[in-house]
């Protein structure tokens, strides 16, 4: 079991420069089972970069998760982001993906993810408490379409935990 150090309180902190942190998150809904993910870029000192969520169908939450991952990867590969880290409220997720058999997952996704991870960018994969991670969890609670949806600026429902996760 990897072992992941747990922030000292929930507020941004400031990351290096040049390190791009992408919080991600995927939701299922239970009376229908389908699920959306959700994910948002911010740069080294919590501004806002870009923002994304798609609708993935009927799934299981764990596989939202890892969905959420994988397509946060894909992006920051398109954007150019080589220093990322990668925030989710999934303990399950970081564990696999950081574990060293990782490669050799059941899971197909995880082994994708892995394959997306050592591509030559930097990532960091750490979990984070679900009250952290609100900014994200709304951005995959928001009406999603199976086409991915890029947000260049944050959707006005958000603002109010944009503010809240870089300033408390």
């Known amino acids: 079991m990897v072992l992941c ?20 998150d995927g939701a299922v809904s239970s009376s229908t089972g389908y699920g959306s993910v959700g994910g948002i ?19 299981q939450s764990f596989q939202s998760k890892l969905w959420a991952i994988f397509y946060g990867l894909q992006i920051a590969r398109d954007n150019g982001f080589v220093h ?41 994969v750490r979990w984070i408490p679900r009250v952290e991670n609100k900014l994200a969890v709304a951005m995959a609670k928001l009406d999603a379409i199976y086409d991915l949806n890029l947000f ?7 603002l109010p935990y944009l503010v809240s996760a870089v300033s408390v």
Not at 9 to 20: F, N, Q, S
Not at 110 to 124: C, D, N, Q, Y
Request: aromatic share 6%; hydrophobic share 45%.
């Open 5 to 24: 150090p747990l922030p000292p309180h929930a507020h941004w902190e400031r990351l290096d420069e040049g390190w791009v942190c992408l919080n991600t």
């Open 41 to 59: 870029f911010r740069t080294h000192d919590g501004s806002w970069l870009l923002g994304f969520n798609k609708s993935v169908g009927v799934i």
């Open 84 to 124: 990322l880290l990668i925030q989710t409220d999934c303990l399950e997720a970081v564990t696999r993906l950081n574990a060293p058999s990782a490669g050799s997952d059941v899971n197909a996704l995880v082994r994708a993810i892995v394959r997306l991870r050592s591509a030559g960018e930097t990532t960091i």
């Open 152 to 158: 260049p600026a944050a959707p006005m429902s958000l």
